[in-house]
Every structure is written in structure tokens, then in C-alpha cells.
């Protein structure tokens, strides 16, 4: 069964700053994708970046950078020069493949982003 | 980009009622809908996969004859939570993608509609 941490709950930083959220996560197939999610007070869901797990090299989206590491298993968001609209919840999540058939994304428990003015 | 709509956003019902929410896939034909149900502060949970023209896939532990998914056409499913208590109250989100099996994939996601049972 996969699964997916995200230890930190909440975090607060200064605007301007970067911002590492941290995700872990399990599995056994050899291929699967990793999402990031922003999620606003609206509710809706926001895709941020996605990860292959054979991907060479680290993804990145503007100021969105993922810091793949696969032996260790962690996909942690990395937040550059970070403003006060990137307030939000945060969802690492896990894709993996099942054939034909669609596959499911698995999301993490979250990470409460308070950006500072 | 792909859009996904939810009807309601937003509804209060009485305990014991049936409530229908609809996902619409507004400009793509999506093969595949996931339905999602969030409690406050907490993750997304998935509750099943419904593909077009066939039975919805449940998660474990999700009483498929509470949560009645009909996903009658490329573009619309629909979740019916049937006989509502208080404790089915939550925001439910559903998503879509247009074809399965690509792990890069994106799943679309609606903007969610928060079921009150009173």
C-alpha cells in the first residue's frame, strides 16, 4: 500500500523567504508520479509540479522546485521567494500505475503555509 | 486549461434526506471521475473512482449503498449521499482526468461543495 507524510502541520515564514515542505513517501512499485497541491481557503485544488520517479532531474515550476530524492524517498516543495498569497494548504501527493485502468492519486495529511508580511 | 464544475457548492439539508452533488467536466470528455470528501483541516480522502458506463470502484471502508456514484456520460457524474446524518457533513470534491493510465496525467478537480446535515 503507498503512503505519503507530511510532518509539519503548519509552518510560518517571513515573505520573501524560502520555504522548504517536507514529504516522504512509501511504495513499492518501481514507477509512480508525485504531485504538490495547493489548496487556498476556497478549497479548491491547485496542481503546483509533478515528479516522475524516472525523471533525471529535479523538477521545477517558476518558483515551485521539487527536491527529489529517491533513495531517501522524499519529494520535498521548495518555495521560492515566497509571498503572501502563497498562504495556503499544501498536499504532497502519489500516483502509481495500474495498467489500464485509471490510477488514483493518494494525497498527504498537509502542511499549513502562513506567509509573514 | 481543463475545467471542472460542482453543483451545488453548497448545501444544507435535514438528517435523513438524500442530497445529489454533480461533477461536470465542462470542456473535455473526462473517461475517469474521482470523488473525494475532506473534514475540516484534514487531507483528502478518496472515496471511489467511477469510470463512464461502468460500477464506481469504492475505497475501503466507503458503504457504496450510502455513497451512490452514477457516472452516466463522458462529462457528468454524480454522487447522492442517501439518507444524511450529521456525520456524512464534510466538503466533497470531485475530480476528472481524460484518459487513463498516464502517470503524469492531470487530474482536474472541481471547487468542492460542503454538504451541511443538520
Known amino acids: 500500500a503507498q503512503k505519503i507524510t507530511q510532518t509539519q502541520p503548519g509552518m510560518f515564514v517571513q515573505e520573501k523567504e524560502a520555504v522548504t515542505l517536507d514529504c516522504t513517501y512509501d511504495t513499492s512499485d518501481p514507477s509512480y508520479g508525485l504531485f504538490w497541491y495547493k489548496q487556498p481557503s476556497s478549497g479548491e485544488m491547485i496542481f503546483l509540479i509533478y515528479q516522475g520517479s524516472y525523471d533525471q532531474q529535479n523538477a521545477t515550476e517558476g518558483r515551485y522546485s521539487l527536491n527529489f530524492q529517491k533513495a531517501r524517498k522524499s519529494a520535498n516543495l521548495v518555495i521560492s521567494a515566497s509571498q503572501l498569497g502563497d498562504s495556503a494548504m499544501y498536499f504532497c501527493?502519489?500516483?502509481?500505475?495500474?495498467?489500464?485502468?485509471?490510477?488514483?492519486?493518494?494525497f498527504g495529511s498537509g502542511t499549513r503555509l502562513s506567509i509573514r508580511p | 486549461g481543463a475545467v471542472v464544475s460542482q453543483h451545488p457548492s453548497w448545501v444544507i439539508c435535514k438528517s435523513g434526506t438524500s442530497v445529489k452533488i454533480e461533477c461536470r467536466s465542462l470542456?473535455?470528455?473526462?473517461?475517469?471521475m474521482f470523488w473525494y470528501r475532506q473534514f475540516p483541516k484534514q487531507s483528502l480522502m478518496l472515496m471511489a473512482t467511477?469510470?463512464?458506463?461502468?460500477?464506481?470502484?469504492?475505497e475501503q471502508g466507503v458503504e457504496k449503498d450510502k455513497f451512490l456514484i452514477n457516472h452516466a456520460s463522458l462529462t457528468l457524474s454524480t454522487l447522492t449521499v442517501t439518507s444524511a446524518h450529521p456525520e456524512d457533513s464534510s466538503f466533497y470534491i470531485c475530480?476528472?482526468?481524460?484518459?487513463?493510465?498516464?502517470?503524469?496525467?492531470?487530474?482536474?478537480f472541481g471547487p468542492g461543495t460542503r454538504l451541511t446535515v443538520l
Open positions: 501527493a502519489m500516483r502509481e500505475p495500474r495498467g489500464s485502468s485509471a490510477s488514483k492519486i493518494i
Open positions: 467511477s469510470n463512464e458506463g461502468s460500477k464506481a470502484t469504492y
Open positions: 475530480s476528472a482526468i481524460k484518459r487513463p493510465g498516464g502517470l503524469k496525467d492531470t487530474q482536474y
Open positions: 470542456d473535455f470528455q473526462a473517461t475517469t
